[in-house]
């Protein structure tokens, strides 16, 4: 099946710095999404995007996907940005079943 | 619009009992899914429902069986609960786009 790797696995900001989380996948896909998981579990929508850029606030993604791989910007990060972000793909015919990578932890300390 | 539920939020099970997840959504979505997220992993797909009156086997379906039973609710069972089956359990739904998510089941098997 499709491999999805995410990097990096870890990652430690001060309030208010810039980061990439980069996603890499190994064929193909159909559509890509980012998510962020909080502390308390809960799975939250971040994009979908199987190409092109967006914008929604302090964050952005991009994927190129002709190239396979998709990045995450977060900006002026808060607090409120820790957590897991996830990218996950989905494959023709697959009845949009997503394949997750196994995440960026961050945590953005005060 | 409760988006996707989940039922029961925890529970603890000895070897070899049943349960059933109980999972509904609101918003006309053709497909539904089921996940577990094990610790420091990404979601890995149990099966999936890409219409009313079909399903399909995910990346780990061994141990489980489901059940649509009609366009909003999609139930998982576990017929003899093993320590493996211990996990968060993820229920989605989607119409060709987004995949939401619901809040999930912390499963603890003994």
């Known amino acids: 099946g499709i491999q999805v790797e995410q990097s990096p696995p870890d990652l430690i900001l001060q309030e208010g710095a810039n980061s990439t989380l980069r996603c890499n996948f190994s064929?193909?896909?159909?559509?890509l999404q980012w998510f962020h998981q909080n502390p308390w579990g809960q799975l939250i929508n971040l994009f979908y995007i199987p190409s092109g850029t967006k914008q929604n606030g302090r964050l952005s993604a991009t994927t190129v996907a002709t190239e396979r791989y998709s990045l995450l910007y977060i900006s002026s990060s808060q607090t409120t940005d820790s957590g897991v972000y996830f990218c996950a793909v989905d494959v023709v015919d697959s009845g949009y079943a997503l394949n997750f990578g196994k995440g960026t932890s961050l945590l953005v300390t005060p | 619009n409760a988006g996707v539920t989940q039922t029961p939020k925890f529970q603890v099970l000895k070897t070899g009992q049943s349960m059933t997840l109980q999972c509904a959504q609101d918003m006309n979505h053709n497909s539904m899914y089921w996940y577990r997220q094990d610790p420091g992993m990404g979601l890995r797909l149990i099966y999936y429902s890409a219409s009313e009156g079909t399903t399909d086997k995910g990346e780990v379906p061994n141990g489980y069986n489901v059940s649509r039973l009609n366009k909003r609710e999609f139930s998982l069972r576990l017929e003899s609960a093993a320590p493996s089956q211990t996990s968060v359990y993820f229920c989605?739904?989607?119409?060709?786009?987004?995949?939401?998510f619901g809040p999930g089941t912390r499963l603890t098997v003994t």
């Open positions: 989605a739904s989607s119409d060709q786009g987004w995949q939401y």
């Open positions: 064929d193909s896909v159909n559509n």
